[in-house]
Each structure stands twice: as C-alpha cells, then as structure tokens.
C-alpha cells in the first residue's frame, strides 16, 4: 500500500507506484510499455471512442479501456496475454474493414498508427467481402489541411484538439453508424491559426498538409529536434530535412514549453533555409572574399572607429554568438551596444509578443533593446550590424546614417563588409527563450558547404582585434564560455540543457 | 377464462377520458402521495421506502431504483431527473400508455423523486416520434404549475420543482441513459463512458437521475400504499406490477400490467392472450424486445418473471413480448434486428459503428441465400469481438438476439449457404431485402 | 451573453419560443432540439444549409454543429420533403403484421421508395424504425397523426385525404 496521494498497482506483474488518479495508460508508460491507443491523448478529454487500449483487470469480467480506468491500490493489470491480444486484434479487424488501404500513397506511410498497431496486433487477412463504405476524399478544409474520410478512424482527436485547446471548435461529425464523417464550418475553411496540429495528431493518414503533401516518404528524411524560432516561445520541434532542405516542422513534445503543439505561422516559417539566392560568402566592397579577409577588414574599421562604432545585434543569434559579439565590443570599445527587438500581438496559447527567440539572451549580454528608428545609431563611423530576420531590418535612413557598414545578411546589400547570415537550422547554439528557460538549437545541415556560422565569423573578427582570441572547438565549449560569463546561467551545462532546455537560475534577468 | 387475471394498478383510470386531467386524477386519488410524502416523510424517507420496495427500474436493465437514488452525492451543485420517455426499443409501448393516458402519474412519480434526490428540475425527454405524448405531457405539466403542483413552493411547502418537456428527434440510441443526457444538453446523442455515472456525473456534470415512466409511476403507488404492499404483489425479484406489451403473431395484443411470478410465459401467450391467432404455432417469442434472445416454443415453460426468464436464456428487459409463428423465417427477422441496430448505432465506438452494418451484410447474405461456406463461424466470430468491447450496450443488444438466432435456428442460416439454398424451405426469398439506408 | 432578441431571419413568434425554450436550461445549446422541430416546420419542413446557418446565428453555436444534428437524428431532414411526411414502421412487431406489404403497396401505387417524394409533391414516405405502437400494429405517423392497426385499404384512405 502506498499513502500520500500515490497507488502501487501490478501491470504484466511488475509492480508501479503513480500518483492517484493516473490512468491505465500513463501507469503503463511509467514502465515503458506501451499500451496502444488511437483516441486517447493526455492533454485532451478522454472520449473512449476507438477501443485499442483494452486490457484486463483482474476482478472485472469485461476488458476494461485503459484510457478510462483509473490505477487503484492493489489492482493488477494485464496488458498482453491470449484475451487482450484477441479484443485489440478485433477492434483492429473493425477498424479496416472499411478502410481503403492505399498505404502505397498515403503520406502517413511509416508514421500511420494503423499500419503500425495492424502489425503488431492484426490478423493479417481480411475476412470482410462487402462492398466497403465509400466516403468523400481530399476535401479542403482551407489552404492548409486536405481531408480523406475514408482514412479517418473517428477518433475526434481533431474534433477535440481545435474545440478544448485552440477553442476554435469548428469541427463536427454528421450522420451516423458507419455513414459518419467530419465536417467543418459552412465556408469548408478551418480558421484556427493552430490548426496544422491536427495534422500532427491525427493517427492516420486522414488529415494532411497541403505544404507537406506528397513532397517525400517518411524515410528520406533526417530530423533535427530543435526549436522554433519565430517568436521567443521556443517551441519544441523537430524539423525534417532532405538534401539540405527544410520539408517540414512538426512540434516535439515539451511540457513545460508548448506541451505537444506550435502554430501554424512558426512551422510554416521556413522558406528562408531553401533559399537558393541567399549569400554564400563574404564580400568585401562588393567582392567575394575568404572570410579570413572579411574578418580582417571588418577588425580594422572597428578598431580605427572605436568609440564612434556602434554594434547592433539581433535577437535572432544564440547566446554564444551575442557573447562573441560582446567580447568583440570590449576590444574594439565599442559603447553602443544595441539590439533590434521586433515585437507584435500575442495570444493565450503560445504565440509570444516578442518576435524573436532570444530578446532576452542579448539582454543579458549587456545589448539594449531598440525599437526601428534607434536613436542611438546617430553620429557613428562605422555600424556592425547583424540584420534580424526577413522583414525586420532597420530602416535605411539609420543604416546611412553610418560611415562604414559591417553587416551579416542574408542576401546582398551595400556594405564594405558582408557576412552571409545563416539560419536557425544551420546552428548549434542557445538561447533564453520565453520563461526564461535556456534551449538548444540543433543544426540540421548546412547550406552551402562553405557557409560559417556567425559565431565562427565573429570568432575570427574577434581572432583579428585580439590575437590571444581562441575560438571554441565545439558548440558546447562554446557555452560553457557564456555560462562562465553570465551569473544567471551558474550550474547549466550543454548537456543539462539538453533537448528539453532548463530554467535559468536564481538571478533576477533583465527586461 | 384464462387463470391469469390483468392487476391494474397503474393502468387502474386508464379508460377513464377524464384521467388525462388533472380534475380526473385527482379525483381518482391524484397527487395523494406527493401530499403525503411533503407533509410526513423526509426525502431520505421516500428514497427508502422505494428501496424496500424491491422496484427495479423498468427501462430494461432492471437496476433497483432506489439504489440508484442513493447514489447521488451530497453536494451544491444542482441535480436533475431526467426521466427517460424515448421508448423506443422495438415491441415496447407501455409508457406511451402512461403519457397518453395518465399523463399526471408520471409527473407525480418524477415529483416525488426530485424531492427525494434533491432535485428543483426535472426533464421529461420523449421520443419525438409521440407527439400525443408531448402534447399530453406538457398539457399535464401546465395544469399542475398553474395548481401549484409544479414550480415554487410545491403544495405551500419549500420544496420547488420545475419540470419541462424535452423532444427527442428520432434516434433510439438516446433511450441509453448517456446519450439521452449528451441529447438534452444539445448534441448528437453519442453515450458517455462510464464511470462517471450519471447520479454523480451527469446532465452540466451535475449529479441526474435518469429513470424510465413506469419506474416513476410505480414510485407514486409505493408511497401511497407502502413498501410493504408493493413487495406482496408479484414475486422476489420482480416486485409490483409491470406492463407487458404483447405484439406480433398474437390473437390479443396489448398493453398488460401484470404481476410476475404466477404463472408462465407459455399460459400467458398461449392463454391470456390468445396464442398466435394465426393457426399456426409459435415460432419464437422475444420476452424483452429485441436486444434480448429469442425463445424457441420448448423454452416457454419457464415462470414469468425476470430471474426465471433470465435462467432461461433471455430477459424480460423493457417488457416488450414479440411473438412470431412457423411461417416466418428465423433469418428474416434476424435480419430486421440487424437493420434496426445498424440504423441506430451512434457511429461513436469502433466495434460497433464498424461490426454492426457487417454484421447486417453477412445476415443479409443468408437472406438471400448468398452466403458462403464458414460464414455461419465468422458471424459468430464478429458478433463475439463486438460483445463487452464497446462504450454503451447498443452493441450487445445486437449481438446477443443475433447470436441466439444462429444457435437456435442454425439450419436456416446453413440454408443461406449457397449450395444449400435450393434444398430448404426458408433457403431462398422471393422478396428483395430492401435495406432502409 | 448577448441580449435576448433574434436574428431577423425567423418569425417573432417562433424568436418568442426559442426565448422561453432558453429559460428552462443552464445553458441555451440544450434548447437546440426543440427549437429545431419549431424552426424545422417554419421553414418549410426540412433545414437547408441556409436555415442551418440562422439558426447557428440565433443559437451561438458553429453551424456544423447544427448541420451534424441535423444527420444524427432521424426527424431532421437536410432535404427538402414533401407537404406530408409519412413514417411507416418497419420494424418487427409491424413486420409481422403486414408492413412490408404496406411497403410494397405505397411503392407500386404511388411511386415512392423510402426517403422519396411523390412526384405531385403531395407526400414524402420514410420507413422509420419502431415507432411504439406495437400493440395496434402495423402503424404510420402522417406528420403528427397516427394511423394503426393499417390495411392497404385505410392506408389508401389516408394518403387520398392528404392534401
Ligand atoms: C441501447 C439502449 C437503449 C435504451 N433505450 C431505453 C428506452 O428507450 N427507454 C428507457 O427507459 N430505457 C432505455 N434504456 C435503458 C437506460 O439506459 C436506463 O437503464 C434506464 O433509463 C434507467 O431507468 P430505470 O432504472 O428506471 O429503468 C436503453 C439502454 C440501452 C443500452
Ligand atoms: S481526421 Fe484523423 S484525427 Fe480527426 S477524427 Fe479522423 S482519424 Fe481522428
Ligand atoms: S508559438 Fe512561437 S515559437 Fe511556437 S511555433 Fe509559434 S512562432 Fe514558433
Ligand atoms: S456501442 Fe454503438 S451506439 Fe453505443 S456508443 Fe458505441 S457506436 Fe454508439
């Protein structure tokens, strides 16, 4: 028996002890199996509805569904034996007698639930002769999603996901028995701005992404588990590249950041990793240079303007490239020490007012926040600007407002020093995310092989300015130097911050 | 004569135009026992006298009523009686009766269980299909708040009660008691996972009682005449009177109140009522409408009441007795069984919005003489995975009839074989089976 | 909560029930059934997508969530029906008494299958599922009326009176 609030239960008889009120499944997964479910979704309401998760329970004379009984003292629970596999094996029989099994050009191939639980827990053959139920298929539910009836299982979990977390409750179900299908609003488009969830949590290929469609198999890919960065969230991600490009971002799952979701803008916001006219070297006065050369030259405008340079960063760079940017400031005394900080609306689920991941990391390392008309870049000889993301920029009047220009972008522009900008999927690095929690950008490829990092270039502007300067060998290296610099960051490590990220410590941060 | 004699006690006025108006119920001792219970019991006192009563409610599960009422939790929240009037599982017609034609003791019976549970709002959900009960109903309800009987301060005591009217619109699966709570509230009927039960968890997530017309009715001659007496009619097990409909192949059909335990289900077919009054002999007789198994005329003997018919095989479940004679084919009413649950099934649940047109399909094969070798196995094999995997008992009240088909009239199904089809007399249909979609 | 009053697209009168329908639930969506029924009859006796759509305004509920009662019960026709519309039971105990036949004979005398109109518009016929009256089997339901205990003679009968 256990007390304070915890039961101890015996499931495939291994012994758990979880809190109360734990259902049959997350007792289960607590000792990692796997009790297969379709319906069910822990952050959802649970509707019982598709039947898959049936086990036995001693004492009850029917299979009970493990996703609607609660762990009690003492209960001992099987999820495998001869009668289990027997229900799962009829609920998955019901389940395809009338589904149209073209695996060959669903795009959920590899990742369908129905084909994976039909291996492990179907007969094999079909023993149903009818004529199967027909239904509508590639319906447009609006610019993102594409519907397939005859797919669908009815598992409601899109029904339930846009009503109960993105409160926009404009799915339904019509008819009845085994006539059913979804249906949206009369218009037929979905509004929610977090609708491409369903996609990710439909169990089968019934709901797909009109971005995604058909662009590769499952297996073709590779995946980066990193973040999103289109606002300071942080939400979790993984991102599936192909030939280093972006195919698709789908959220990971991270409780204490975006639980299982992302909206639509941040996973659609990628075309600039495919960009093919972004630069791919530096330029000095307009010509194509090794970046040793660029490095230098931009090392030498800094030191001759010193305290009449200004450095403008952006909230787009990891910590350990702002802490370069930093160190470069100290040699070069430069005073002026800015970031641009895009802000916008927000809304109560995840979408964060500041429009950048890391407004709070340049905060830290000693930049100011400035809004577009920066007061601050006025009488300057020379301007080290790094330029946000597409569509945020400083105005060009402030940039001419500036001598000399050092600039990191990602396309050409007038400047007598230019570094090629590279993109959230091409780094390693961290940043303070919303909350305050450290998180890790993870490097799914690079461009163009030539491409370096910003923090790389700045390593080596900084290399030029102070020849004692040795750039860190790896990216955590990298931020053991951040942490080592910044109080708040005491006791992280690259490690610990992990694929999860961690809260920053004690240290009250800065606006 | 027959040696069974009809004991009416809720059909008792039901011949007397006038018992429809709350004048004529009264008369006829209307609203006594809601007096009686106001004045001289507490609620606690009403819920155990139905207790004692033995009453088991008569919607077809049988559940001991005041059980049920027991359960619901002392709490803040409101609470509700949703009194379940969607009578729509096939052969039954009794609480139309009551509706029809006394309307005033079904609301005096919801009355006194509002008191007893707590409850200042009650809702009657009928099936849209009676629209003379919704209209007999909500006559009923208006004569009774403008008499102070429905509404604040009930009989000039603190005990208020509000009761309306709810239409259904034509789907049988809102009689389960889940579903017709996700109805009234709004929705699709679809039928909630239990638990929570509705006493602790139901209408607005508030504790609701969820009982059937006659279980109230019988609630208003308990307390009027005691537990005691309610106990001496019928039999243990079976307490009270219960209605009986009787319907199909039967000289005389009709609505019967009864009491169970004195004599069998074959006098009372065979006597009482007639027998089949088509010169031909019985067939099959569903005791308990159609969810329940058929009885082939060799099972008749058992003693009628629940227990008995239930060791027999079968159950009385909503009192629906269907009777059918030899001229029928075991497999053609199969199939209407068939039909109606797949038509009826809410889609909701795997097994059953999937299996339950499957299995239509493989009986409809047998109809029509198509089916195949090993097709006798997978219907039972597929009946089977639907039995105890599913959210409500929509499933079972297909699967168990069905099954009970195949294993009592199993040469007729082997007549739907194909090779076979010629050879027996029920083997081929000249009728085209026209599903209803 | 918005202020009591309709939406301009039904009658006051039907605005006036739906009104006191929203007194008697805690939460307004519960009246949804029996404003349907009233809403199904002013509109001609079916709901259309445009009727679905008022009716989702005067409610405040997504219309889709109309359109999927309107699929789930059987009394909601999303098409449009004749001026009567005829339910003959078809299940067992009518069965066993002649509903088929009564079937048969609508079919061949006045055209109609199930879920059709007659071409005169004059009726639609639907074959429902029990309709509870076991005892006086077989029986049909024309609109609110009930006709039991029906040979092809009286069926003829009532259907000839329709108008
Ligand atoms: C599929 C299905 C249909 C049902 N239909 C009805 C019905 O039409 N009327 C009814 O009173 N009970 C019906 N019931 C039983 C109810 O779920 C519930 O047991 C009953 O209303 C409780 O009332 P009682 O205890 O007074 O019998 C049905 C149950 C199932 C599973
Ligand atoms: S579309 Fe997918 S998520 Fe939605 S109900 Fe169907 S199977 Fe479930
Ligand atoms: S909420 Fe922010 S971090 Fe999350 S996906 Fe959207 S833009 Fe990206
Ligand atoms: S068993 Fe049938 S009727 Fe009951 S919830 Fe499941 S699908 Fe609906």
Redesign the interface.
């Known amino acids: 028996m256990s007390g304070n609030g915890n039961v101890t239960l015996t499931i495939d008889g291994t012994e758990v002890t979880v809190p109360k009120g734990t259902n049959l499944i997350e007792a289960a997964r607590r000792l990692g199996t796997h009790v297969p479910h379709y319906c069910y979704h822990p952050a959802l309401s ?7 998760c ?1 086990v036995e329970v001693e004492g009850m ?3 009970q ?1 493990a996703c ?1 009984t609660e762990a009690r003292d003492g209960m001992v629970m099987r999820t495998r034996n001869e009668r289990v596999e ?2 799962r094996e ?2 998955m ?3 395809l ?2 589904h149209p099994l073209d695996c060959t050009i669903c795009d959920q191939a590899g990742e369908c639930k129905l084909q994976d639980y039909a291996f492990h827990h179907g007969a094999g053959v079909s ?2 002769e ?1 004529e199967k ?1 027909h239904k509508p298929k590639n319906v447009s539910w609006g610019d993102r999603v594409v519907f397939d009836s005859e797919r669908c ?2 598992c409601t979990l899109c029904v339930r996901f846009l009503d109960e977390v993105a409160g926009t ?12 299908t979804l ?4 218009d037929g488009k979905l509004t929610s701005p977090y609708q491409m969830n369903i996609i990710d949590l439909c169990p089968v290929g019934a709901l797909t992404s009109r971005d995604f469609r058909f662009k590769s198999r499952l297996w073709f890919m590779q995946f980066a588990d990193t973040i999103c960065t289109s606002c300071a969230r942080g939400c979790n991600t993984t991102v599936g590249v192909r030939d280093e490009r972006v195919l698709r971002m789908v959220p990971r799952h991270n409780a204490d950041v975006n639980g299982d979701w992302m909206c639509d803008h941040g996973r659609l916001h990628f075309a600039i990793a495919n960009d093919d006219e972004r630069l791919s070297v530096p330029r000095v006065d307009g010509r194509g240079v090794p970046y040793a050369v660029a490095a230098q030259r931009a090392a030498d405008l800094l030191r001759e303007a010193g305290d009449s340079a200004a450095a403008v960063a952006s909230p787009f760079m990891t910590n350990e490239e702002l802490h370069v940017l930093k160190l470069i400031c100290d040699a070069a005394g430069i005073e002026k020490r800015l970031f641009l900080n895009p802000v916008g609306p927000g809304d109560e689920l995840l979408v964060h007012s500041e429009k950048s991941p890391n407004a709070r990391g340049a905060a830290l390392l000693g930049f100011e926040a400035v809004d577009q008309d920066c007061e601050g870049v006025q009488e300057i000889d020379v301007l080290l600007y790094v330029t946000p993301r597409e569509g945020i920029a400083l105005p060009e009047t402030v940039e001419a407002r500036a001598k000399r220009r050092i600039v990191f972008a990602f396309h050409e522009r007038e400047a007598d020093v230019l570094f090629p900008l590279t993109t959230w999927i091409e780094k390693d690095g961290t940043v303070v995310s919303a909350g305050d929690r450290v998180q890790r950008l993870v490097k799914g490829f690079s461009r163009f092989g030539s491409l370096l990092t910003e923090r790389a270039a700045l390593e080596m502007v900084l290399q030029a300015l102070e020849a004692g300067f040795e750039p860190a060998a790896t990216p955590a290296q990298a931020f053991e130097r951040v942490a080592a610099a910044l109080a708040p960051f005491e006791g992280l490590t690259f490690t610990g911050v992990g694929a999860h990220g961690a809260p920053l410590g004690r240290q009250e941060v800065p606006a | 004569m027959s040696k069974i004699q009809e004991h009416r006690v809720m059909l008792k006025y039901a011949d007397d135009p006038e018992q429809a108006t709350l004048a004529g119920y009264r008369h006829n001792g209307g609203y006594k026992a809601l007096e009686k219970a106001l004045e001289s019991m507490t609620p606690d006192q009403v819920t155990e006298e139905v207790l004692a009563s033995g009453l088991r409610g008569r919607g077809g599960a049988g559940f001991p009523t005041g059980r049920k009422w027991q359960f619901v939790p002392e709490t803040d929240k409101p609470k509700y009686l949703a009194v379940n009037a969607d009578e729509s599982e096939p052969g039954t017609c009794k609480d139309r009766q009551i509706m029809e034609l006394d309307p005033h003791q079904m609301l005096e019976g919801s009355l006194l269980c509002c008191y007893a549970i707590g409850a200042e709002t009650a809702y009657i959900y009928i099936r849209g299909e009676y629209p003379h009960s919704i209209k007999a109903t909500e006559r009923a309800i208006e004569e009774a708040r403008e008499a102070g009987l429905v509404g604040k301060n009930i009989l000039g005591t603190d005990f208020s009660c509000d009761v309306w009217v709810h239409p259904g619109a034509g ?1 049988y699966i809102c009689g389960e008691e889940t579903a017709l709570l996700t109805s009234l509230e709004g929705n ?1 009927g679809y039928p909630r ?1 239990k ?1 929570p039960f509705p006493a602790v968890e139901g209408l607005w997530r508030c504790p609701t009682i969820v009982n059937n017309v006659e279980s109230l009715a019988c609630v208003v001659h308990i307390i009027n005449n005691g537990a005691e007496w309610f106990k001496g009619l019928g039999c243990e097990g079976s307490t009270g009177t219960r209605l009986f409909c009787v319907s199909g192949h039967i000289a005389r059909p009709g609505v019967y109140e009864l009491e169970c335990g004195k004599f069998t289900l074959r006098e009372l077919l065979e006597d009482f009522c007639g027998g089949t009054g088509t010169g031909r002999p019985i067939k099959g007789v569903m005791p308990g409408g159609s969810s329940f198994q058929v009885l082939t005329p060799d099972e008749l003997d058992c003693t009628f009441d629940s227990d008995s018919v239930q060791k027999a095989g079968s159950s009385l479940g909503s009192g629906a007795i269907m009777v059918f004679d030899d001229s029928v084919s075991a497999v053609e009413v199969a199939l209407n069984i068939a039909e109606f649950y ?10 059953c ?6 299995v239509r ?1 493989l009986v409809a ?1 047998f109809c029509r003489g198509e089916a195949r070798e090993g097709d006798i196995e ?1 219907l039972m094999d ?1 009946t ?3 039995d ?4 409500c008992a929509l499933a079972e009240a297909l699967v168990w009839p069905v099954q009970s088909y195949v294993r009592k009239f199993r040469s007729e199904f082997e007549a739907g074989i194909t090779r076979r089809a010629a050879e027996h007399e029920f083997g081929g249909f000249s009728k085209p089976v026209e599903s209803v979609p | 909560m918005r202020p009591v009053s309709g939406n301009g697209k039904f009658s006051a009168e039907l605005v006036k029930r739906v009104e006191a329908l929203w007194e008697r639930y805690p939460d307004r969506k519960a009246a949804l059934l029996p404003a349907l029924h009233l809403i199904q009859k002013e509109r001609d006796g079916w709901l259309s ?1 445009e009727t ?2 008022d009716a989702a305004e005067l409610f405040d509920v ?4 109309i ?2 009662i309107v ?2 019960y059987d009394m909601f026709h999303g098409q449009p029906v004749g001026r009567h519309v005829v339910r003959l039971c078809k299940t067992l105990s009518c069965k066993l008494r002649g509903a088929d036949e009564l079937r048969a004979h609508v079919r061949e005398k006045y055209g109609v299958l199930n879920g059709e109109t007659t071409a005169d518009g004059r009726f639609t016929f639907k074959c429902f599922e029990c309709l509870g009256h076991c005892e006086v089997a077989p029986m049909m339901l024309v609109d609110e009326e009930k006709h039991t205990e029906l040979t092809t003679d009286k069926l003829d009968a009532v259907l000839e009176a329709l108008a």
């Open positions: 649970v509707v019982g509805n598709c039947r898959i049936l004379p029917k299979l569904i609607n027997k229900g009829g609920v029989e019901f389940l007698i009338n023993r149903f009818d139920v299982i009815l409750d404009e799915v339904s179900i019509d008819a009845r028995g085994d006539q059913v249906i949206v609003k009369a | 789907a699709r996972i638990p797949s038509h009826e099934s809410c889609g909701q649940c795997t097994p919005r999937e299996g339950s047109d499957w399909k094969r997978l597929v089977d995975r639907m105890g995997t599913t959210i | 997508d679905i759509r997504p219309d889709m969530h359109k999927g699929g789930f």
